[in-house]
């Protein structure tokens, strides 16, 4: 595999569920982030880690809570969701040297309906 | 709040015809722009950071050009192709090392055969 992966590709969950989207880079990054793209409205952070470490939280509900174990490896939980959180759910990954801006790297994304 | 604006907001052209659109963001300690290209069922894909007034970067038939002190950036496509079909987008980061990048919602491109 290579660049940036998601799984997976497709969720369908009720509001009950709890589900994990994963993330899984191969690019050496050091940077990860989460994205949320609902319909007709500017791609919008979610999260930000840098060194495994969290460095932005976009004022996002506790219903999302975002795990980095390692810098290949990004995963977002979920749970009891709302019909509007249905949305591509797109990770990104970039390097991460301080003062430095560099392109990010995107995955294909989570298609989510909640139901 | 930072707010970057692109327009128009879609554009459809003729094969072969020039197109250029716009994003515009605060000119106010500007650190970098990027711009990105997103076909449709596929990953946003990186076309060109740019990080000094004056810029201009080019990559095939797609250029850009950044003016920072009244805060816009051009994109071209010369002699579109209907594989130039896609979305561009292009994003402010909020502050040097946030990596809190800002997305405008893009200029939907279409190129008829």
Same mark, same amino acid.
């Given at each position: 595999e290579t660049?940036?992966?998601?799984?997976?590709? @497709?969720?369908?969950m009720g509001m009950t569920n709890k589900k994990s989207l994963k993330?899984?880079? @191969?690019l050496g990054h050091n940077a990860m982030y989460w994205y949320k793209q609902s319909a007709k409205k500017p791609l919008e952070l979610m999260f930000v880690y840098n060194f495994k470490e969290q460095t932005?939280?976009?004022s996002v509900p506790s219903r999302f809570s975002p795990e980095c174990p390692n810098s290949s490896h990004l995963f977002l939980h979920l749970h009891t969701l709302q019909p509007e959180d249905s949305a591509l759910y797109l990770c990104a990954s970039s390097q991460a040297l301080a003062g430095d801006?560099?392109?990010q790297?995107?995955?294909?994304g989570t298609r989510l309906t909640v139901t | 709040?930072?707010?970057?604006?692109?327009?128009?907001q879609s554009l459809?052209?003729?094969?072969?015809?020039?197109?250029?659109?716009?994003?515009?963001?605060?000119?106010?300690?500007f650190y970098a722009l990027?711009?990105?290209r997103w076909e449709t069922a596929k990953s946003p894909e990186a076309l060109f950071v740019m990080t000094l007034n004056g810029d201009e970067k080019k990559k095939g038939r797609i250029s850009a050009t950044l003016n920072t002190k009244e805060g816009y950036s051009y994109l071209y496509i010369k002699g579109s192709q209907p594989e130039d079909s896609a979305t561009y987008l292009c994003a402010f980061p909020g502050g040097s090392g946030t990596y809190k990048y800002i997305f405008g919602t893009g200029t939907r491109l279409k190129v008829l055969a």
């Amino acid at each position: 595999e290579t660049g940036v992966t998601q799984t997976p590709r @497709h969720l369908v969950m009720g509001m009950t569920n709890k589900k994990s989207l994963k993330c899984e880079q @191969h690019l050496g990054h050091n940077a990860m982030y989460w994205y949320k793209q609902s319909a007709k409205k500017p791609l919008e952070l979610m999260f930000v880690y840098n060194f495994k470490e969290q460095t932005e939280n976009n004022s996002v509900p506790s219903r999302f809570s975002p795990e980095c174990p390692n810098s290949s490896h990004l995963f977002l939980h979920l749970h009891t969701l709302q019909p509007e959180d249905s949305a591509l759910y797109l990770c990104a990954s970039s390097q991460a040297l301080a003062g430095d801006i560099y392109e990010q790297y995107f995955g294909p994304g989570t298609r989510l309906t909640v139901t | 709040i930072l707010n970057v604006e692109q327009s128009p907001q879609s554009l459809h052209v003729q094969e072969g015809d020039s197109t250029n659109f716009t994003c515009s963001f605060p000119s106010s300690n500007f650190y970098a722009l990027h711009w990105y290209r997103w076909e449709t069922a596929k990953s946003p894909e990186a076309l060109f950071v740019m990080t000094l007034n004056g810029d201009e970067k080019k990559k095939g038939r797609i250029s850009a050009t950044l003016n920072t002190k009244e805060g816009y950036s051009y994109l071209y496509i010369k002699g579109s192709q209907p594989e130039d079909s896609a979305t561009y987008l292009c994003a402010f980061p909020g502050g040097s090392g946030t990596y809190k990048y800002i997305f405008g919602t893009g200029t939907r491109l279409k190129v008829l055969a």
